[in-house]
C-alpha cells in the first residue's frame, strides 16, 4: 500500500513515498501503523508524536488528505498523504507546536466549579464534553483561530509576524469554548463562575461562530449543538446585531 509522507524541516517540504508492507493479508492499519514502520524500515529520521496508541489521548493527530485525522483511529488507504497538521506551527516533520492551545486558557479556568459532592449529578451534556481527547482537529476550517494567523494559516505566516505560542493565541477555537462550556453547565460553578466563562468565550471572539456552522471533532462530539448554539444563544445580543443566525 503506497502512500506518500510529507516531511517539514526548517520551513521546507518534502514528500516521501513509502510502500507500507501488509502484516497479514487482511490488515487493514491505522496510520499510526504505517508511521511505525516507515520509520522503523526507510525513514529513521521520520519526527512524529504518539502517546497512548489505545484512541484516547489525541497527540498522534496528522493530517490526511489535508483534514485531521487521529493517526491511531484512522484507517490508511492506498494513495493517502500524510501531513503534519495545517492550523499549528510546525516544530519537525509531522510534530506541531501544541502549546499555544494550552496556554491560552491560563486564567480562563480558574471559575470552574469546586468540591467533589457526589450528590450533585452533572447533565448529560456535561459527561458528554469529557469525550474531548485534545486533537486539536476541531481547528481546522475554523474561522476564530484562523484569526490568529491573519485569516490564513500558521505555514502561510512570516516568522517575524507570526503569533508566539509561548504567549497563548489570542483568539479561541472550538476546544477552548469546550472548555468554558463545560464550566457553565457544571453544576457545581457558581453562577458568577458561569457568567465569567461566557466573558471569557466573548473575549476568544465568539462572535466568530456565528452562522460558521463548521465545527467538526475528532471523536464525534456535537461541538455545534452541545458548545457553539448554547454559548451563542446565552450571549444574545452581545453579539453582533447583523450576525447571520446560527
Known amino acids: 500500500m503506497k502512500v506518500e509522507i510529507v516531511t517539514r524541516r526548517d520551513g521546507k517540504d518534502a514528500v516521501v513515498s513509502y510502500d507500507y508492507r501488509l502484516r497479514a493479508e487482511d490488515e487493514k492499519p491505522m496510520v499510526l501503523d504505517v508511521l511505525l514502520q516507515a520509520q522503523a524500515t526507510e525513514i529513521p529520521d521520520l519526527a512524529y508524536r504518539y502517546g497512548c496508541r489505545a ?5 498522534c493527530t496528522v493530517d490526511v488528505n489535508d483534514r485531521p485525522r487521529v493517526a491511531c483511529r484512522a484507517r490508511a488507504r492506498e494513495g493517502d498523504r500524510i501531513s503534519p497538521m495545517a492550523t499549528l506551527p510546525v516544530l519537525s516533520d509531522l510534530v506541531v507546536r501544541r502549546d499555544g492551545i494550552a496556554r491560552q486558557m491560563r486564567g480562563r479556568l480558574a471559575d470552574a466549579g469546586q468540591g467533589n459532592d457526589l450528590n450533585v449529578e452533572a447533565p448529560d451534556d456535561y459527561h458528554a464534553l469529557t469525550a474531548c481527547i485534545e486533537c486539536y482537529a476541531c ?7 484562523a484569526r490568529n494567523f491573519d485569516g490564513g494559516l500558521p505555514g502561510e505566516m512570516p ?5 508566539d505560542p509561548a504567549d497563548g493565541y489570542r483568539w479561541g477555537n472550538p476546544f477552548s469554548l469546550l472548555k468554558l462550556q463545560r464550566i457553565r453547565i457544571d453544576p457545581l460553578t457558581s453562577d458568577a463562575g458561569k457568567a465569567a466563562a461566557l466573558d471569557h468565550a466573548m473575549e476568544l471572539g465568539l462572535d466568530a461562530c456565528v452562522g460558521c456552522k463548521g465545527c467538526k471533532c475528532g471523536v464525534g462530539i456535537d ?18 446585531a447583523d450576525a447571520d443566525p446560527i
Open 159 to 163: 516568522g517575524d509576524a507570526a503569533p
Open 55 to 59: 484512541r484516547n489521548c489525541g497527540v
Open 139 to 145: 481547528l481546522h476550517n475554523c474561522p476564530m483561530h
Open 223 to 240: 461541538l455545534m449543538g452541545k458548545v457553539v448554539r448554547p454559548m451563542v444563544v446565552a450571549a444574545g445580543d452581545r453579539l453582533p
